[in-house]
């Protein structure tokens, strides 16, 4: 295994990944350096820290965006990706590829995500992302884990999960343009331990036709619209979800807001031992009323119909 260094032994952090063979490191010293495409296996490319090892100009290889993961197995470590705003549709950071970990990177100021995650089994550690012009983290496909990141004021949602089998923990999505979480038309994905505070918009959100989704152990708090919400929109509907042990204070800024809103139409959710209290207008809201969803153990001020609070 051999260290490559920029900018000593190479002028930027592209000719050290040319030079590379799998398995090599790419240590980037203190200093603002252009993107760049890691197109090789099982590289480890390393900076000196957040706000030290900065990336910035010009973008990757063959695109608009700051860094592109295109090859498995990498490794990226301690640095801040900023300002790339290319045709108004660049992410900071984009991985298109598998079995990658990416620790201690800031994502912020560029134009389209922060981070937009595709490929497989990708794990995202003690991240953050902010003012980037639409989503912080996209996780668009599946058997991903997100940890301990941060995503606040950024364009669009905190955090938009639209593929499978995703696990998101202890992260926070505050202050963000629209939804903190979102998850999309997908199943079997798990938000456990979240922060979801001050967005404009709902607090977690399921889209019609999202099942067996876990959304347990969440602080949900000041958020403009609902705290948690489960849609419908014609024939498609929420179906199998869990929505347990979660605190849900203080949302919503109108009548047509809730806590917990589970809308008409959602089939066999259970909604169990949450803790909701201060919303507008209720805490708990069964569009319709209950029909198949469970609730249980819910401990709340009022509740739509009555009787969902203990």
Do not use: W
């Not at 990706?81 to 984009?94: A, C, N």
Request: with cysteine.
């Amino acid at each position: 295994m051999t260290i490559h260094v920029v900018p000593t032994e190479f002028a930027n952090v592209q000719a050290a990944i040319d030079a590379a063979v799998a398995g090599d490191s790419i240590q980037i010293l203190a200093g603002t350096f252009d993107g760049f495409n890691v197109n090789k296996e099982r590289l480890k490319v390393f900076g000196c820290g957040i706000g030290k090892t900065i990336i910035a100009g010009a973008p990757a290889m063959g695109g608009d965006d700051g860094i592109v993961v295109s090859a498995d197995q990498t490794i990226l470590k301690g640095f801040t990706v900023q300002g790339f705003k290319e045709e108004f549709d660049s992410d900071g950071v984009e991985v298109n590829s598998n079995n990658n970990i990416l620790v201690n990177i800031e994502s912020k100021f560029n134009s389209d995500e922060g981070f937009e995650i595709d490929g497989e089994n990708n794990l995202i550690i003690n991240c953050i992302a902010s003012f980037n012009g639409t989503e912080g983290f996209d996780l668009d496909t599946e058997h991903h884990c997100i940890i301990n990141c941060n995503s606040s004021q950024n364009g669009d949602q905190g955090f938009e999960i639209t593929g499978d089998f995703n696990k998101v923990i202890n992260n926070t999505g505050e202050k963000n343009a629209t939804i903190g979480f979102e998850i999309g038309v997908n199943i079997f994905n798990t938000l456990f331990g979240n922060k979801s505070i001050k967005n404009k918009g709902n607090g977690i959100e399921l889209s019609p036709e999202s099942s067996n989704n876990n959304i347990i152990d969440n602080f949900i708090c000041n958020n403009e619209g609902n705290g948690i919400t489960l849609l419908v929109e014609d024939d498609f509907v929420s179906i199998q979800n869990v929505i347990d042990s979660n605190i849900v204070r203080n949302n919503g800024i109108d009548d047509t807001t809730a806590g917990i809103l589970v809308e008409d139409g959602s089939l066999e959710n259970v909604i169990r031992f949450n803790k909701a209290k201060n919303n507008i207008v209720v805490d708990i809201e069964a569009e319709g009323g209950i029909g198949t969803n469970t609730y249980d153990g819910n401990k709340c001020e009022n509740s739509l119909p009555d009787g969902l609070c203990t």
